[in-house]
């Protein structure tokens, strides 16, 4: 039973169209996270959310756009793809110490 | 501003041998340092961590030293099995909600 899981495991869209990509994790957890790993394997957090409610919030463009329903659902939904959009895309879970890591969307912006 | 740096980039280990890779931080903040372990395809798992109330910890082949008055803290790994072969990356939160992660080390360990 995947503790974090994450869909799709791969997107490949065109410049400028909308793509979501969905999270959950069943760890009972009261924080999540969407980290974005790009092709130098570098590891940069997007988003937290605490319980539904957003903690964190890095210099992400707007067109970015998380959205919590529950504690064990964190989404991420993107407008206006852009080339430099293409990364890995990683959700996480944590309870006061270990991330727990999905496995990852690959998106391919063409 | 990268909050936590890493060295090296790559490394090369023959199997049996020691692979040593370091971090250092600047923000005297920081009370947790984790080290992830990333195979490829996968998403980072947690490998060993440290406080920094103690200047070593070790767990099997791998350990952690800190050393708290220069802001540096390694990863060795003993006994390097070619099944260690992944990128590794070091980390370092406060108040466990915010983790700032390394550029990350590929490590490969040859046969």
């Known amino acids: 039973d995947t503790a974090v899981s994450q869909t799709p495991k791969y997107l490949v869209t065109q410049m400028g169209n909308d793509k979501s990509i969905k999270c959950e994790q069943n760890?009972?957890?009261?924080?999540m996270y969407w980290y974005k790993q790009d092709s130098k394997k570098f590891l940069k957090i997007m988003f937290s959310?605490?319980?539904?409610?957003?903690?964190i919030n890095e210099t992400v463009p707007n067109r970015f756009s998380p959205k919590s329903p529950d504690k064990a659902h964190l989404n991420l939904h993107i407008n206006s793809l852009e080339l430099g959009d293409s990364a890995v895309y990683f959700c996480?879970?944590?309870?006061?110490?270990?991330?727990?890591f999905g496995e990852g969307s690959r998106l391919t912006v063409l | 501003q990268q909050q936590v740096k890493q060295s090296p980039q790559s490394l090369i280990v023959q199997k049996g041998g020691i692979s040593i890779i370091n971090c250092a931080y600047e923000?005297?903040?920081?009370?947790?340092f984790p080290w992830y372990q990333q195979f490829p395809g996968k998403g980072p798992a947690l490998l060993i961590a440290i406080r920094p109330d103690v200047s070593e910890k070790k767990e099997g082949r791998f350990t952690i030293s800190f050393n708290k008055s220069a802001k540096q803290f390694s990863l060795h790994i003993m006994d390097s099995q070619p099944g260690d072969s992944a990128t590794y990356f070091c980390a370092a939160s406060y108040d466990f909600n915010k983790f700032y992660f390394g550029s990350g080390t590929k490590l490969n360990v040859k046969p």
């Open positions: 996480a879970s944590s309870n006061l110490g270990e991330l727990f």
């Open positions: 959310y605490n319980n539904k409610e957003l903690i």
């Open positions: 923000n005297t903040a920081f009370d947790y």
């Open positions: 760890l009972g957890h009261d924080t």
